[in-house]
């Protein structure tokens, strides 16, 4: 082929010779070979004077500019009547003395029917016999002498082959002299206007012409002299067997050849190419009239407009099948095949002996070549990085010139993406389809688009993608305007504004079309690329930019990357037994870190975004997902049905949930929702994080905080609830408690069931005075860390959630989780509660008495009283501390009241009161183990032991440090009656009835117990009558039991009593004493409250006889008449005595009459 299309260029050389600027002299070269080219019969094929004139070769070329204009010597195409009137009609009057001007002028016509039929077979037979002279190549070694010796290819051709010409047009980009140049332009003008004069072309094309039915081979069948439809219907035919379109005729190699050089030696001038010459004439003079002929520009300058409205179809047809033909053979663009030669040649992208000529040429494997030089750091000049960006841009603008695309799919084109050809919108079409939002996609449509954005790489600059850079123009003047345009940051600034206000619904469809195919190669992020091409290399062994390898794919090395960058069995990852051989090798290094964490905050904006979790998932999405369609709402869903997941899904979604644990900004969503926390609370360990779970942690502990909103809040408490389901979801919790729990809690994976187990394990070891704790230093802090958080919402504790789910919805149905609100309204309402949850609660409240700390309700509101009152009080003591303090002035009233709460709760169960228990163990059994044998260990006594011990304290048989405890509890009681269960159980109506104003004070100071007191005698309830009898007798025990009593005689005591301590009944015995003392004169409402508590003693003491004689002993201790009593029953004593000794003398005495007789 090449050897036969040299010869016709060499022969046209004598048709530039006329163009040339005139050469004066006789003994100029070039006139002196056409003189010496006259031939008889050159020009015997055409009719006219040329036919029959033996000079008629010298006169034509004499009539050129290059020869004295001497019309007489010279023959001219204007001088033939066959000619002569279309000439005058179509052509300007000083076109006419040169023969190459009217040649130019007829055959440039828009429609060839405007010339005669004898006209244009004259005009073909004239430039057909310029093209078979031989001797033609001796001008062209005198035009062309310097450029010939300069260009080494050229110099090295064998004269008198028609060679030389052709080396001139394979190499006219680098010819600088302006003759020679101009020489080879205008031979290549003549040549391209009929493919019948390019040697060999018709021999070789003859069987497609006629297959594909392209018009006519021979002269007399269709004798015009453009033959441009000709070749564009063979380059249709060559684009449609590329493309495998149904009926498509398989061109032979011969032929393809032909075309493709055809194309190649016309994409410098689009007038070389006939037919889009004539389908984009009147485009070109409206969209490109400044554009100046020549080196490809008038192609770009169309190319660039080839969508715009006004474009004609047929013009915009014509430009879609040369830019096919360019993407098959990168030569066939001029522009670009000059701008990168030195470029392919220095990175050696057209050196490749294991590949495919065919292969080699193509457009995809340039741009993939260079793409990779580029992104290695090597030097690709600027004016081919250019010419790629313009055919990378043409690639993602008009999918048809994709072959793998319009092959593979076709179906999906049909079926969803169907007018939507223009800027790129049906390829993003296709991105949405191989997303899945409309359906499934055929894989190998799948992998065309996957070579296409790799070709294209947009990811580099998103200008590159028009449908996206119109769609995100705005987004990008207000959000990204701070960076370079073009820089590959954009990217990654727009996904950072993702479902912010500043995003636009177009940008943001668009732009998670994109990111999908991105996602799927770590090559198509140039930043991350840049980064971590070493790291990659050294620990994924990952092979060039545009390599692949079956053993990593390009999907793979992102997983690999994530893997190392979060990998670390101190931090407690989790390591397959394969990759444990790997944990000497160096992590990543900290840029390529920061990249791979960039990368998974973008991809957990979207589930597909995330090419494993997709693949993975894909059945579970569907499953259980199929409505959550809200951005986020897929992961949250995947997340909360992990235990139903399929394993392989499971396990990647588990991986996922750990990364978050580690570093919550990978949550995007979240941290956008979450801002205003961050920036008043969070902002240091934001700026920080690396890898310490700080940030998370902070947004539990401000999750209440005014600045946090719903969002937010939501956010905060799904990822809690999401980590009770794996102990390594908690990143801090499994880094510091990791080797506790595989040495004590092995086996166990729920983290509250961890938790627990290792609450236990500390609990146990505190109570037994363990010499050393199991559990470490450092998971013990974060335990209590872990043991707060979850007391603050009920659904962190599923068990107990579970239990209590329809008390909830009962009871609770209106109160809202979080900050233990739900926990407190079940405690309030525990009475009303199932018994499985009851039993629950009152667990939780055992803990919760035990370790105040975990009473996230007391802590809360509470919180500044403990730092008033109980700064220097430990954790487990902060309960009393406050109950001690409940009553300062400075004592708050909420925190008061939530006090008072949980002395209630205290006094329904000695076990809920941990100092009473631990000072009564001995007393308990010893004196109540009635009660104890019929109580059960899940549900309380409501106050029945500590009501006996009380009787006891009464009676004062307790051990002292229980008897203080007891005083304690009587003294609370005595003040408000609501701290004493039996007396609520058995008075509770005779409240509402008989003291209802007392009950309803705000501030309990003892007056419904003096109320009951007073009203003995109208209490109906013998249950409520002997709690108040009860409350009498333990009143006679300690005057600090009768608060109305105390604060009557505060004085006398004062003054009376002062040196009598309390308890044992001892103060009250003195006011006694004080009373029958006539001398003593005590206050006037000490003396009346007095008074009445003797009566209430003495009705008491009928309505209440004694049980038992240590019943009747003490009562007769503790009265007030002790003195008379014992006086009475002591001369009692001695009338029986005397009784007896008197019986006894005269029993005797009868014993011995009876004896002697």
């Not at 039915?213 to 684009?239: M, N, P, Y």
């Not at 900290?590 to 979207?606: F, G, P, S």
């Amino acid at each position: 082929m090449a050897d036969c299309i040299r010869v016709p260029l060499l022969l046209l050389l004598m048709c530039i010779l006329s163009s040339l600027q005139p050469i004066q002299g006789q003994n100029n070269p070039i006139v002196k070979v056409a003189g010496n080219a006259d031939n008889p019969q050159s020009l015997a094929g055409g009719p006219g004077p040329a036919a029959g004139n033996p000079g008629a070769a010298e006169r034509i070329l004499g009539a050129g500019a290059s020869l004295p204009r001497k019309r007489s010597a010279g023959w001219k195409l204007a001088e033939e009547g066959v000619c002569r009137e279309d000439l005058t009609r179509l052509c300007p009057k000083h076109s006419w003395n040169n023969n190459l001007a009217v040649l130019e002028c007829l055959q440039d016509k828009k429609e060839d029917t405007e010339i005669a039929a004898e006209c244009n077979h004259l005009l073909w037979n004239y430039k057909l016999n310029l093209t078979k002279d031989s001797k033609f190549e001796s001008v062209a070694v005198e035009v062309c002498k310097t450029t010939i010796s300069e260009i080494k290819e050229c110099a090295a051709e064998e004269l008198g082959k028609g060679y030389l010409v052709s080396c001139l047009v394979d190499h006219r980009g680098n010819i600088s002299d302006y003759q020679c140049n101009q020489y080879i332009t205008k031979m290549t003008t003549i040549v391209f206007s009929d493919y019948r004069l390019i040697c060999g072309f018709m021999d070789k094309c003859r069987e497609d012409i006629n297959a594909l039915r392209c018009g006519s081979i021979s002269t007399g069948e269709k004798d015009v002299h453009s033959q441009g439809e000709v070749i564009a219907c063979l380059e249709k035919g060559l684009v449609q067997e590329a493309e495998e379109q149904p009926g498509a005729h398989p061109i032979k190699d011969d032929c393809k050849k032909s075309i493709m050089r055809v194309a190649e030696l016309s994409s410098d001038d689009f007038h070389l190419d006939r037919y889009l010459y004539f389908a984009c004439r009147d485009d070109r003079e409206r969209f490109c009239e400044t554009t100046l002929a020549g080196e490809g520009r008038v192609y770009k300058c169309l190319f660039n407009h080839k969508f715009e409205e006004a474009m004609s179809e047929r013009c915009r047809e014509a430009l879609t099948t040369r830019q096919k033909l360019i993407a098959q053979d990168y030569k066939v663009s001029y522009s670009l095949a000059r701008a990168c030669k030195s470029d392919l040649r220095k990175y050696r992208c057209s050196a490749d002996s294991t590949m495919p000529r065919a292969r080699e040429a193509r457009l995809s494997y340039l741009l993939l070549c260079l793409e990779s030089a580029v992104h290695r750091g090597r030097v690709v000049s600027g004016e081919c990085q250019g010419e790629m960006m313009d055919y990378r841009r043409m690639l993602m603008e008009d999918f048809s010139l994709s072959p793998e695309i319009v092959l593979h799919c076709r179906s999906e084109i049909e079926g969803h993406c169907s007018g939507l050809h223009r800027k790129g919108r049906t390829l993003h079409c296709l991105m949405r389809v191989g997303r899945g939002d409309m359906g499934a996609i055929d894989p190998n449509c799948q992998r065309a688009l996957q070579t296409l954005i790799q070709e294209a790489d947009p990811g580099a600059d998103y200008r590159i993608d028009r449908a996206l850079n119109e769609a995100c123009e705005s987004v990008i003047q207000t959000a990204c305007k701070h960076i370079r345009s073009g820089d590959p940051m954009i990217l990654s600034c727009l996904m950072e504004h993702l479902y912010t206000e500043k995003m636009v619904e177009d940008c943001e469809r668009r732009l998670l079309e994109l990111q999908y195919f991105i996602a799927r190669d770590w090559k198509l992020d140039p930043v991350l690329y840049k980064k971590c091409q070493g790291d990659a290399a050294r620990l994924c062994h990952t092979h060039g930019w545009n390599e692949t390898s079956e053993m990593m794919p390009p999907g793979a090395i992102f997983s690999c990357l994530y893997r190392h960058a979060y990998r670390s069995v101190e931090q407690g990852r989790r390591l397959r037994s394969e990759e444990s051989e790997e944990n000497q090798v160096p992590p990543l290094s900290r840029d390529c870190k920061v990249e791979v964490q960039r990368i998974l905050h973008q991809r957990a904006l979207d589930v597909k975004l995330d090419p494993e979790l997709q693949r993975r998932c894909m059945t579970d999405l569907g499953k259980w997902c199929s409505e959550k369609t809200e951005p986020g709402q897929e992961l949250e869903c995947l997340q909360d049905h992990l235990e139903d997941l399929v394993s392989d899904c499971r396990d990647v979604v588990g991986n996922l949930t750990e990364l978050e644990s580690e570093d919550i900004q990978i949550e995007a969503l979240l941290m956008q929702a979450c801002e205003p926390v961050i920036q008043s609370y969070c902002h240091e360990v934001a700026d920080n994080q690396i890898n310490t779970g700080d940030l998370m942690e902070c947004l539990v502990q401000n999750k209440h905080q005014k600045e946090m909103n719903e969002k937010c809040a939501v956010g905060v408490t799904h990822f809690q609830l999401i980590q009770i389901k794996d102990f390594r979801f908690s990143y801090k919790f499994k880094t510091a408690c990791k080797e506790d729990v595989l040495k004590l809690c092995p086996n166990i994976k729920k983290k509250v069931d961890v938790v627990i187990c290792l609450s236990t394990t500390v609990r146990n070891d505190t109570l037994q005075d363990a010499k050393e704790q199991r559990v470490s230093i450092k998971c013990r802090k974060q335990l209590r860390v872990e043991e707060v958080e979850m007391s603050e919402d009920i659904r962190l504790d599923p068990e107990l959630y579970d239990s209590c789910k329809q008390d909830i919805n009962k009871l609770c149905q209106n109160v809202a989780f979080g900050n233990a609100q739900v926990i407190e309204c079940l405690k309030e309402n525990k009475r009303q509660l199932t018994q499985r949850c009851h039993q629950r609660i009152f667990k939780l409240q055992e803990v919760e008495m035990v370790d105040p700390e975990l009473d996230y309700q007391l802590m809360r509101v509470c919180k500044h009283m403990i730092r008033r009152f109980c700064t220097d009080a430990e954790g487990k003591n902060v309960l009393q501390c406050l109950k001690q303090n409940k009553n300062s002035e400075l004592m708050d009233p909420k925190c008061k009241q939530m006090i008072t709460k949980r002395q209630i709760t205290q006094n329904t169960d000695y076990r809920l009161n941990p100092v009473l228990r631990k000072a009564c163990k001995a007393d308990i059994p010893k004196f109540c183990q009635p009660i104890l044998n019929k109580a059960t260990a899940d549900s309380e006594l409501e106050g029945q032991v500590i009501s006996c011990l009380k009787l006891k304290y009464a009676d004062q048989r307790l051990s002292p440090d229980c008897e203080a405890q007891i005083q304690v509890i009587l003294q609370e009681s005595a003040l408000d009656y609501r701290l004493d269960p039996q007396l609520q159980i058995h008075c509770t109506q005779e409240i509402s009835r008989l003291c209802a104003e007392e009950a309803a004070a705000q501030e309990q100071t003892g007056q419904v117990e003096e109320c009951l007191k007073v009203n003995l005698l109208k209490i109906k309830q013998e249950g409520c009558k002997k709690e108040v009898l009860n409350m009498l007798k333990e009143s006679k025990a300690d005057i600090f039991v009768d608060p109305v009593l105390h604060t009557a005689c505060a004085l006398d005591i004062k003054h009376q009593c002062a040196a009598i301590p309390p308890g044992r009944g001892r103060q009250m015995s003195c006011l006694m004493e004080a009373l029958q003392d006539k001398r003593v004169r005590l206050q006037p409402e000490c003396k009346k409250r007095l008074q009445d508590r003797i009566d209430m003693w003495s009705y008491a003491a009928k309505v209440a006889p004694a049980e038992g004689f240590s019943d009747l002993a003490m009562q007769v201790m503790t009265s007030p008449s002790k003195n008379y009593i014992l006086t009475v029953i002591g001369a009692g004593v001695a009338l029986l005595f005397m009784m007896g000794l008197l019986c006894g003398r005269f029993t005797k005495r009868v014993t011995q009459e009876l004896k002697d007789r």
